[in-house]
């Protein structure tokens, strides 16, 4: 069985390591000036597969990131990895210096998204917005209400075809802010006309001009994150790959490197000279043709040295 043994190692030296340089895209760092990392990607095969579908990149020149829900594609102007937010801009939400009729703001159940904390204005309401009642219970904040009086100074309100210094009670703090069984914030059934999301006041909490806006959310880890993100990701990330998930094989992770090399692992276990090395698809075809002609050798060689040697064993590959 001695006289064996070479030839079961050089199979061993044909073994495909545990990269894999297959059809997989390249995935970025950053979009814009906002940087990537787990659980966001660039696109299909980049950070998390419960991200993917619902955020991507768009091509250049605009390098943009978005969020895609039932109801539209909203801008990412920011990500916060510590606080695990992200905040968009919908197309259609008014600003102090741009105000206009809103459509519905929606969220996908399935998705990881939830709205975060916004401070929602309802502009352009039926008064008196003190009545305002989504099934049976009062939703606007009148607390708050000086957040409306600050707002209607901003000149745009004729916008929403308001007069300049509109009355307040047409102005509504949504407080707390809920989605509706359709995941949708429905201006138009609250009798609204528009809406604006803060999401800071900054220090200027009755100057307008100065306020962050956007629609807050916050997103979820899963399982499947969570596991990636404690045991893979952080290495490979630290390594300079880039996280993602195989797009043929379940989802499984695949760290994707700079040198076109994807690894189960991080990059760096592998220098650029190891590249020649991995195995794609394609080649993956031709050495398991290989494979079944050394090994068909193999079982000659040993028949043979069995006979000769009168020895009796079997071999499983």
């Known amino acids: 069985m001695e006289n064996a043994l070479p030839f079961i190692f050089l199979i061993s030296l044909f073994a495909p390591p545990c990269t894999v340089a297959t059809d997989h895209p390249s995935c970025l760092t950053s979009c814009g000036s906002l940087q990537l990392k787990y659980p966001f990607g660039s696109g299909y095969g980049c950070g998390s597969p419960r991200i993917d579908p619902y955020v991507t990149c768009s091509a250049e020149p605009s390098n943009q990131l978005y969020l895609t829900t039932h109801t539209g594609s909203y801008p990412i102007t920011s990500i916060s990895y510590t606080t695990s937010t992200i905040t968009i801009t919908p197309p259609y939400m008014s600003t102090c210096t741009s105000m206009q009729q809103s459509s519905s ?49 901003c000149p745009s309100v004729i916008g929403l075809g308001l007069p300049l210094f509109p009355p307040t009670n047409t102005c509504c703090v949504y407080s707390p802010a809920n989605l509706n069984g359709e995941d949708e914030l429905d201006v138009k059934s609250m009798e609204c006309g528009g809406y604006t999301s803060v999401a800071s006041l900054k220090d200027y909490p009755t100057d307008p001009t100065r306020w962050e806006y956007g629609v807050l959310l916050t997103y979820t880890h899963g399982a499947f994150d969570h596991y990636y993100i404690d045991n893979k990701c952080n290495g490979c990330e630290e390594s300079g790959g880039v996280c993602g998930y195989s797009t043929v094989d379940n989802d499984s992770f695949v760290c994707v490197c700079n040198n076109g090399v994807n690894t189960t692992t991080q990059c760096s276990n592998f220098s650029d000279q190891d590249e020649s090395i991995f195995w794609s698809s394609a080649s993956l075809k ?32």
């Open 286 to 317: 031709t050495w398991k043709s290989s494979l079944g002609i050394l090994a068909g050798h193999l079982l000659f060689t040993v028949a043979t040295y069995s006979e000769v040697g009168g020895e009796s064993f079997s071999v499983e590959l």
């Open 105 to 153: 703001l929606g969220l996908d159940w399935a998705s990881p998204f939830q709205l975060g904390p916004s401070i929602f204005l309802l502009l352009s309401c039926t008064p008196p917005t003190s009545s305002l009642h989504i099934k049976g219970s009062l939703v606007c904040d009148p607390s708050s209400s000086h957040l409306c009086t600050s707002f209607y100074t």
